[in-house]
């Protein structure tokens, strides 16, 4: 069974720039999840879908950041501008159905914003 | 709100002797509980969960954890470390069936000397 994938890997950009990330979850996975991994400490959320409906998306800084997830299958979190303090790993998640079903992670974007 | 704590931001043993990370956590409901390794540039691989069954939980790669309700804690364990167990470790926890994404620790970095 293919994992969570994600592109790209790594990305680096200048400050003010556009970037997008890309995350195809595990098929037949209806929740989708998008974390924010500061170096030294644990993912954070930014947003869920339940199939294509953004369901938590409180943590998201919608100033700058943007997701969508159509058709309910594969998604893309855009950042635009880019700020210096947007560098981070960027990881993607997913899971059958929310409650105490397994998230499964991609190998995450690795953010370097100059 | 959910929280964890991690006490220990790096532990270091020697092959072949007890692993013990520790993780506190507060909750307003009972919690569900679990812990992550994390490799090198690589995604968050589920080790075990607690779900309000036993309270004594096994997971992949010989460890376990167990819940202590009056400690609100959720150690992680293995008896005999293995060169292969150096990686980052994270305990997170959701509340419950509220249907809320993970809250995680800040991670501990596990280092095994040969």
């Known amino acids: 069974e293919a994992g969570v994938v994600q592109s790209p890997r790594y990305k680096i950009i200048e400050k003010k720039q556009p970037v997008a990330f890309w995350c195809n979850p595990i098929?037949?996975?209806?929740?989708l999840y998008w974390y924010r991994q500061n170096l030294g400490q644990g993912p954070e959320l930014l947003i869920r879908?339940?199939?294509?409906?953004?369901?938590?998306d409180s943590q998201l800084p919608k100033d700058r950041f943007s997701a969508e997830r159509l058709k309910g299958v594969d998604s893309t979190l855009k950042i635009q501008p880019a700020e210096l303090g947007d560098s981070a790993v960027y990881l993607c998640?997913?899971?059958?159905?929310?409650?105490?079903?397994?998230?499964?992670f991609g190998p995450g974007t690795r953010l370097t914003v100059l | 709100a959910q929280s964890v704590t991690q006490l220990g931001s790096h532990v270091s043993v020697s092959e072949g002797a007890l692993v013990l990370l520790r993780c506190n956590y507060s909750?307003?409901?009972?919690?569900?509980l679990f812990w992550y390794v994390q490799y090198p540039n690589q995604g968050l691989q589920l080790l075990l969960k607690?779900?309000?069954?036993?309270?004594l939980v096994k997971g992949i790669n010989g460890f376990e954890a167990e819940f202590k309700k009056s400690e609100t804690s959720f150690h992680l364990t293995k008896p005999s470390a293995h060169m292969s167990d150096a990686a980052e470790y994270f305990c997170a926890v959701s509340e419950g069936t509220g249907r809320r994404a993970l809250t995680f620790g800040s991670g501990t970095r596990l280092q095994v000397q040969p």
């Open positions: 909750s307003s409901v009972p919690p569900y």
């Open positions: 098929s037949g996975h209806n929740t």
């Open positions: 607690y779900t309000s069954a036993a309270t």
């Open positions: 998640a997913s899971s059958f159905n929310f409650d105490t079903d397994t998230q499964y």
């Open positions: 879908y339940e199939n294509e409906e953004a369901v938590d």
